[in-house]
């Protein structure tokens, strides 16, 4: 009987992963890899790495590019923004 609830319960997590990675977040930047913009580099992302800063939800390439850009993530914006407007269309 345990084990049947045991078994359920991770089947759920499981599916409930799933559907968060079917559902991923739309982001800033057209949902490039904040902290790549910040190092002049255009990442596309699927934005299931991502962070909300401000009010507002931006797209990482991987963990650690999340972890590089929340070490100073007013100056890494800055660098994004600044490189975006600029690069972007």
Known sequence: MIRTYVTSALAGAFALGLATAAIAATGEFNNMCAEGLALHKEIKTD?????VYKSKTYCFGS????QDFMKDPAANLAKAEAYYSKHQG
Do not use: G, I, L
């Not at 934005?47 to 962070?51: H, K």
């Open 47 to 51: 934005c299931s790495v991502n962070t």
């Open 63 to 66: 963990e650690q590019a999340k």
